[in-house]
């Protein structure tokens, strides 16, 4: 007689459902697009349905970030505890987000210049889209207003840290949250210890709830891109198809190249590896568009799937979310060049070194969010003389690249945590010998 055998449901990893979300939400939205354009039910579908379901997923995750930021990087430095290695991983990280950022923008620009994609733009087409995205342009030009490179610079200290979480302003948070976790790992004192075992508790909690969150993603991956595809078809892309095509070759290089170079070299982890345990938070960036609303997923695939120290990720991917964005530095070095195209604003080799440089503190100034560059390409483009409202041209094909670029830039978060994590566990091996 043979053993009964017992076999336990198996259950499906969340990142095989996200993916089917993925597939499942990209084909209705395409084919829904195709077959039945604009019809009425269509729209209510994305405005009723889809959409709804997509802005409650981002929502909730929204809701966590900025308990989530301060508590992890108050806990991060508390970790870290001594000064000297909060300091190395400080200059790691600042090093790393320079380094990478310049290479990303480099490669964007060199881009650009090689396939001139703003110079093949029929005028009319230019014209259209220009007068289809006014009011958006003109609220995003308005944004920019009262940001200059001294400001970035500034804002980073906030002068009320409850006005500027109720603001949304992560850096001003975050320089909050690291002065805060440096004062508490100096005094040591009873009441700074409970202090920081109360923010643990914050800290579990936050997980605990992204974790449920988290549980939903596939069925909001689905919703979030049916609405996408379906509202944007194919034919605004096709008008802008030379500019998309030269950010997503870029990006494509600095993901699909660079890092894996990177994490080969510094990290001592191949690409394949590296993708199938980055998966989750890289689709999660797809779908959201945001880096902050992707930090809880970053967060513990980083530490479960990829094996980093947890009191480094959380420094690293916490700051990275939204002071480390390579996609958004190349995406904002591409657009101001090929808007200068566009307009016939000749740009000398040294201007567009400064925009290199303004490219790099855009990035770190820029918000997680979707479209959050968008100001900072503003504000560049008006330095330049090359007209803000160019901005509306690319507004229709905007979602597809910012999706793009933000898995980028959670790409080059987590992957300056495995560089910075095996760092530093050899500059512990080495401290512990000596
Ligand atoms: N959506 C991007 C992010 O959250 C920011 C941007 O480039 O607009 O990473």
């Keep these: 007689m043979t053993e009964p055998t017992v076999t336990a449901p198996r259950r499906m990893p969340l990142h095989t459902k996200m993916l089917i979300g993925f597939v499942v939400g990209t084909t209705a939205g395409i084919a829904a697009n195709l077959l039945v354009g604009e019809a009425a039910w269509l729209e209510g579908l994305i405005a009723y349905v889809t959409d709804p379901i997509g802005q409650l997923f981002l929502r909730l995750l929204f809701m966590l970030v900025m308990p989530l930021v301060f508590s992890a990087l108050v806990l991060g430095v508390v970790e870290i505890g001594d000064p000297r290695a909060l300091g190395r ?7 790393w987000v320079l380094a990478v950022t310049a290479i990303a923008v480099t490669i964007g620009l060199v881009l650009v210049n090689l396939l001139q994609p703003g110079t093949g733009l029929p005028p009319e087409v230019g014209q259209e889209l220009l007068a289809a995205s006014s009011d958006r342009a003109v609220e995003i030009a308005s944004a920019r207003q009262g940001v200059s490179g001294v400001d970035i610079l500034l804002n980073i200290v906030p002068r009320n840290p409850v006005q500027a979480a109720a603001n949304g302003d992560l850096i001003a948070v975050m320089f909050f949250a690291l002065m805060f976790g440096v004062a508490a790992t100096v005094i040591r004192s009873d ?31 689905a919703a ?6 379906a509202k944007l078809g194919i034919d605004v892309l096709l008008q802008l198809a030379r500019f998309v095509g030269t950010v997503l070759a870029a990006l494509a290089i600095h993901f699909f190249v660079v890092f894996p170079l990177l994490l080969r070299l510094f990290g001592g982890m191949g690409p394949l590896t590296f993708l199938r345990g980055a998966e ?45 964005m390579n996609g958004t530095a190349l995406f904002e070095g591409i657009t101001v060049l090929f808007l200068a195209q566009f307009f016939g604003v000749e740009l000398s080799l040294v201007q567009q070194v400064m925009i290199l440089v303004l490219c790099i503190l855009g990035s770190v100034g820029a918000a997680g969010v979707p479209g959050g560059s968008l100001p900072v390409i503003a504000m560049i483009l008006a330095m330049f003389g090359i007209p803000p409202e160019g901005i509306g041209l690319i507004l229709g094909v905007d979602r597809l690249l910012d999706m793009c670029r933000t898995v980028v830039n959670v790409g080059g978060d987590m992957a300056g945590s495995v560089v910075i994590g095996r760092s530093e566990a050899k500059a512990e091996v080495l401290q512990e010998a000596a």
Aim: glycine fraction near 6%; include cysteine.
């Design 191 to 221: 009441g700074t210890r409970s202090f920081v075992d109360a923010v643990q508790g914050v800290y579990d909690i936050c997980l605990k709830l992204i974790g449920w969150v988290i549980a939903l993603a596939p069925y909001a991956v």
């Design 280 to 324: 989750p938070a890289l689709l999660t960036a797809f779908s959201t568009s945001s880096s902050s609303a992707t930090l809880p997923t970053t967060l513990k695939v980083t530490v479960d799937n990829l094996g980093v120290p947890s009191r480094v990720a959380r420094f690293v991917c916490t700051l990275g979310a939204t002071a480390n």
């Design 89 to 95: 991983i400080g200059i790691k990280t600042l090093l």
């Design 224 to 229: 979030l891109l049916f609405s996408i595809t």
